[in-house]
């Protein structure tokens, strides 16, 4: 969607009239359709753009090309290019970035799944952290031991102490930010799920769910439920059946909602510590 509007006056696409009364102007001659809805690769574009292609996409602007769901639209775009000239919207870098700390996507000089998880797991706030390494690993192409391999050559950076734990505590099953959520505060309780994404199957290897997290050697499984799970009638319907077949399996399932995650951690911690303990587990 951005394009510069020099290139686009040259090629004949629009005349400067069109260009000034039916586009906005994000950066210095880089212009989107007035009024549009700017997604963070759209932003993550635009900064580049303004960089005239020379710089390279980093953070979570990188984290957004990369497949990164959940990134908050409302950020600015990230950009490492050493540069004195600042510009609203873009937060720039002045990282050294080595040959291979850098891809190509569609063009677009970008920090590498790796380098980005390096770059994102070291920024100050441990669950944030976790949630945007979880997100990248979640969108495919990224892998962990890549990652502590830039960790190992770089022991003296900014922030590394933190990466270490990130890496500890990342895990490619989470779905969503509140998934990682969860399973940090189980996990800082003292009992962080075995298994992510668990597929359960009755007697006749008919598939009855997938469950977000839990431990299928005590076969007690912890679910966190979001909106859709509360507000469709169908979709509520479709749970308490499928509830009923987990303990049929000899399943216990703790169901998590929003409020029970923003207001009562305690009584999530409790009630998996109680299934735990009830199906035999060491907790």
């Known amino acids: 969607m951005p394009f510069l509007g020099s290139e686009a006056l040259a090629a004949g696409a629009v005349n400067r009239y069109q260009l000034n009364t039916r586009h906005d102007m994000l950066h210095r001659d880089v212009f989107v359709p007035s009024g549009a809805v700017l997604t963070p690769v759209d932003k993550a574009v635009a900064a580049w753009l303004w960089s005239g292609r ?57 920090t590498t799944p790796a380098r980005t998880a390096f770059d994102l797991g070291r920024q100050r706030g441990l669950v944030t952290a976790v949630i945007r390494v979880d997100a990248l690993l979640q969108a495919g192409e990224l892998k962990l031991p890549d990652v502590q391999t830039l960790l190992d050559s770089h022991r003296g950076a900014r922030g590394v102490v933190q990466l270490r734990r990130v890496l500890d505590l990342a895990d490619y099953g989470a779905e969503s930010p509140q998934e ?3 399973r940090l505060l189980l996990t800082f309780a003292g009992m962080r799920p075995s298994h992510t994404q668990i597929e359960v199957f009755d007697e006749y290897d008919q ?61 999530v911690i409790g009630r998996t510590r109680a299934a735990l303990q009830a199906s035999g587990g060491p907790f």
């Open 54 to 110: 020379r710089g390279v996409v980093a953070g979570l602007s990188a984290a957004a090309l990369h497949g990164s769901l959940w990134i908050d639209a409302n950020l600015p775009a990230e950009l490492n290019q050493p540069s004195r000239h600042r510009t609203t919207g873009i937060i720039l870098h002045s990282d050294h970035l080595a040959e291979d700390d850098v891809c190509a996507l569609d063009g677009i000089r970008v």
């Open 180 to 182: 990682t959520r969860l």
């Open 207 to 267: 598939f009855v769910g997938r469950l977000d997290m839990g431990w299928p050697e005590w076969k007690v499984g912890v679910q966190y439920d979001g909106k859709q799970h509360w507000d469709d009638p169908v979709q509520r319907a479709r749970d308490i059946d499928q509830g009923v077949a987990y303990a049929e399996l000899g399943w216990r399932i703790v169901r998590v909602g929003a409020d029970l995650m923003r207001y009562r951690e305690a009584t």
